[in-house]
């Protein structure tokens, strides 16, 4: 199984590189075209600098994980970051109506903030557990 996590975890590292590509051909792409002030496209791109992150977040699930060390707090960071990202990219024009928009923002932020909350609550009892805090 260990092999396993590993070989998932090589693999999440050729998306980040792939990823990083990605990431500078469309920062050329904006620069060259004039759009980078065109706020949609910007959004677009702080997008894929925050897959990027979750991508690292994963990466360090898996490597935490096959060291058997505690992976909770780095999946609430994942799952935050993942949740930050449709707050950015949230559009009120992808929602039929506006009583759907408001639904989905208030939805999106009730989970933000209780990831939030559960991230320090597993902080702090990690941090208590081990004997220090920061």
Not at 14 to 42: Q, R
Not at 77 to 102: M, P, V
């Amino acid at each position: 199984m260990r092999w396993l996590v590993l070989t998932t975890a090589y693999f999440t590292l050729i998306l980040f590189l792939i990823g990083v590509f990605d990431l500078l051909l469309g920062l050329w792409t904006l620069i060259t075209s004039g759009e980078f002030t065109d706020p949609v496209a910007v959004v677009e791109l702080l997008d894929t600098v925050l897959l990027l992150l979750i991508i690292v977040e994963v990466h360090r699930t898996l490597i935490a994980y096959a060291r058997d060390e505690p992976v909770v707090q780095i999946v609430i960071g994942a799952a935050i970051i993942a949740i930050s990202r449709e707050i950015i990219s949230f559009r009120i024009d992808e929602f039929d109506t506006a009583t759907d928009a408001l639904t989905a923002a208030s939805g999106f932020g009730i989970l933000l903030i209780g990831l939030v909350i559960a991230y320090f609550v597993v902080r702090y009892t990690e941090n208590e557990d081990s004997g220090y805090e920061h």
